[in-house]
């Protein structure tokens, strides 16, 4: 650990207490600025957290949609914003680099292909499924990889109950703090209340346990296979360099790094 410890906290929307909808994450429904509070709200008790646990500086990346969500005047003021995106692989994780000690992953969600999971998907709508050697990966996964080319850390995820699930079986010394669970369509959440105070005590812990911090158990080269669910898309990943079509929908692609990973998935998602 540096002496000033600094903690970069991405925040996604679709795993927020109690978000459902499509429509409550989507500009110009009439649900959608209640939802942007809610997430300003979750990413103030992670910050909170973090303070408490004694962190000298926070950085939180706003990674839903236009990435213009999070409320900046209702934003923890010593807390630092990014917004918009830059256009660079892994944008959710835009700013991120060696300097920071611990990542935070606030109001993720599970998975392409999951069940029990809340408006699950894998950066888009474009797929069915993702894995990486065999193991389902959602959007936390990938961002945790991309952290630990900076060698940062995950050190907390919340969101649904399968988002945080899938996660542990990657990185099991993480700390969790599932929001809700998925119930077919619907979904079963903890108030909006108890879900920041939940965030906030997890969050402190993760800044005083630095040991439950833990490496990704995914190792280079990447096996990853992308299950489309238009056979257009496919075909046209298919296309990109050293990726192949095995059927209809599926394409599989070996990424030496993390940067070719994600600089691949930018392309096809």
């Given at each position: 650990m540096s002496e000033e410890m600094s903690v970069y906290i991405s925040v996604d929307l679709e795993g927020v207490a109690p978000v459902v909808d499509v429509r409550e994450i989507k500009q110009g429904n009439s649900e959608y600025d209640r939802a942007c509070e809610l997430m300003t709200e979750e990413a103030n008790a992670a910050v909170e957290g973090a303070f408490e646990g004694g962190v000298d500086r926070v950085v939180v990346r706003d990674a839903h949609g236009t990435a213009r969500n999070i409320l900046p005047e209702e934003l923890d003021s010593r807390a630092e914003l990014i917004r918009g995106w830059s256009g660079q692989p892994c944008g959710m994780m835009d700013g991120i680099d060696e300097d920071f000690d611990l990542v935070f992953l606030i109001g993720y969600h599970a998975?392409?292909?999951?069940?029990?999971?809340?408006?699950?998907?894998?950066?888009?709508?474009?797929?069915?499924?993702?894995?990486?050697?065999?193991?389902?990966?959602?959007?936390?996964?990938?961002?945790?990889?991309?952290?630990?080319s900076f060698g940062v850390d995950v050190a907390l995820i919340s969101g649904d109950e399968k988002t945080c699930q899938q996660t542990r079986e990657l990185i099991p010394e993480i700390e969790t703090a599932p929001v809700k669970s998925g119930l077919g369509e619907g979904v079963q959440s903890l108030s909006p209340e108890k879900a920041r105070d939940l965030i906030e005590e997890r969050a402190r812990a993760a800044i005083k346990n630095t040991s439950r911090a833990g490496e990704i158990s995914l190792d280079p080269p990447y096996e990853i296979k992308l299950v489309f669910a238009e056979m257009e898309n496919a075909i046209r990943a298919g296309n990109y360099p050293g990726a192949e079509r095995d059927s209809s929908y599926a394409v599989s692609f070996t990424a030496r790094d993390i940067e070719e990973l994600m600089t691949f998935i930018d392309f096809v998602k």
């Open positions: 998975g392409a292909g999951s069940r029990d999971a809340v408006i699950r998907h894998t950066y888009s709508g474009k797929f069915n499924a993702i894995t990486i050697d065999g193991h389902t990966i959602n959007e936390a996964i990938l961002n945790s990889l991309f952290a630990s």
